[in-house]
């Protein structure tokens, strides 16, 4: 009943098993992955999954293949993604063996549609394509992923770090990185960092 989203309260969320949908997918989904299929020679190659949950349509892209399937998304007169609007990291530790994901918000603003790709790398050698030279917005979510989760992004113009210190050891977003804190002084009162204080000792 807390509000604790740190682990060390004991807060256990229960995953939600989801797996591949099947035609028909419903909305304008299955428009998209036809036209993406007839625009793309590769989809069959490339298209790891077919996700439909929560109103929305994921497409799992093999990692290597991501510039290429966003190339087609943009540029495919029955597909029009302009829209890149984010590109995020999530670390699925101990529930996928490739457990760093990309997943990337595209936006057709020509037929008000979003669909999501996402993309799995291996924590080991966490390498994919860029996609700045197909939606330039990519560039700073890109350096974001790989300072928070140490994904790289080949072809990147300056895949710099962007919010830590540029020598600054691992990357803090990572499930497996050490939680640690500093400690905050709030109107008088001393506030420890979240693996100092009592409740969690």
């Known amino acids: 009943g807390s509000g604790d989203v740190s682990g060390f309260g004991g807060l256990v969320r229960p995953r939600r098993p989801v797996g591949g949908a ?19 020679p590769g989809f069959a190659d490339a298209i790891e999954k077919v996700v439909v949950d929560r109103g929305e349509l994921t497409l799992h892209v ?9 190339q087609v998304m943009r540029d495919d007169l029955a597909l029009r993604f302009e829209l890149c609007s984010s590109v995020s990291g999530v670390d699925y530790l101990g529930a996928d063996e490739r457990r760093l ?16 790709l996402e993309a ?12 700045t030279s197909v939606y330039p917005t990519a560039d700073w ?7 928070m989760f140490g994904i790289v992004f080949d072809g990147h ?9 540029d020598d600054w ?7 497996d990185y050490p939680l640690g804190g500093v400690p905050v002084e709030y109107k008088g009162a001393e506030i420890p960092p979240p693996d100092k ?3 969690y000792q």
Do not use: W
């Open 22 to 40: 099947s035609r028909p997918f419903g909305s304008y989904f299955d428009e998209v992955h036809d036209a993406l299929e007839e625009a793309y």
């Open 62 to 70: 093999r990692p290597e293949r991501i510039a290429e399937v966003c």
């Open 101 to 116: 994901h990309v997943v990337y918000q595209l936006t057709s603003m020509t037929y008000r549609r979003r669909v999501r």
């Open 120 to 131: 799995a790398v291996p924590a080991e050698d966490p390498h994919l394509p860029s996609v």
């Open 141 to 147: 979510q890109e350096r974001e992923a790989y300072d």
């Open 157 to 165: 113009p300056n895949l710099t770090r962007i919010l830590m210190p």
């Open 169 to 175: 050891e691992g990357h803090p977003q990572r499930k």
């Open 197 to 199: 204080r009592r409740s």
